[in-house]
């Protein structure tokens, strides 16, 4: 699951990107020359979990523009400590809000750990990410309402949270076997905050991924995005410079 977690004011956007399931793995750079681990830049600040061993791959990751640097975002192991569970802490309106990026497997390991040790999660705005649940309820294609699809429900209502209407209705995963349907089962639920908010869907983008992007709005209080602005100082030689390429 891939999606873009964009806040917004009056003027401003920054975002967050939140991978899930499919993460950067190695590639080769144009050189020749292998390239281990998910991109780097200095504009966007990478959060993963820490493995303590080989055998425990982090399967969910973020990146965080640096325009959002006043909101303070922290990973709280301290609270969630689970290599497919990232939960997010950020400074908004006078209090700590919260962000869980989930990847839950066929065996739905996450959301049992989730549902078993039922963290104190104050204030979770978004949770979203790669559930593996066919369920009637988001996937028009499936008649049935198995019992974890009614466990993620439950999870999310404990969090005060509603699931998240897509605006475009369309596969979230794309099977390129023969015989597999295409699936929803990459979901958003959002705070009560948030109830109205719906996401798009971009299954245009999705190429060479097997999943549609997400993106959502959620509002954030204008001063906490950081602009940076350089001017000219007047009737400088830069100025003056400038004038004339113009």
């Not at 009056?10 to 991978?19: D, E, V």
């Amino acid at each position: 699951m891939c999606c873009l977690i964009v806040f917004w004011s009056p003027r401003k956007t920054c975002m967050i990107f939140c991978l899930s399931r499919n993460l950067p793995g190695t590639s080769t750079a144009s050189g020749g020359d292998e390239v281990v681990g998910a991109p780097i830049h200095p504009d966007w600040t990478q959060v993963v979990w820490s493995p303590q061993s080989s055998e425990q791959t982090p399967r969910v990751i973020c990146f965080i523009h640096s325009r959002l640097s006043r909101l303070r975002f922290a990973l709280r192991r301290d609270i969630v400590d689970h290599r497919d569970i990232q939960l997010l802490s950020f400074f908004n309106r006078g209090w700590y809000q919260f962000l869980m990026n989930v990847y839950s497997d066929d065996l739905h390991t996450a959301v049992d750990f989730l549902s078993n040790t039922a963290p104190n999660i104050p204030h979770l705005l978004y949770m979203g990410g790669d559930f593996n649940v066919r369920d009637a309820e988001w996937n028009p294609s499936v008649s049935s309402h198995p019992a974890t699809g009614q466990a993620l429900m439950d999870l999310a209502k404990s969090y005060s949270l509603v699931y998240s209407i897509p605006a475009l209705s369309v596969p979230t995963h794309y099977s390129d076997i023969s015989g597999h349907a295409n699936s929803v089962i990459d979901l958003i639920f959002l705070g009560m905050s948030c109830a109205q908010v719906t996401h798009c869907t971009e299954p245009d983008l999705r190429r060479p991924l097997d999943y549609t992007p997400l993106i959502v709005d959620l509002p954030i209080a204008p001063e906490n995005i950081c602009v940076h602005r350089m001017v000219l100082k007047c009737d400088s030689e830069e100025e003056m410079a400038t004038l004339l390429f113009l």
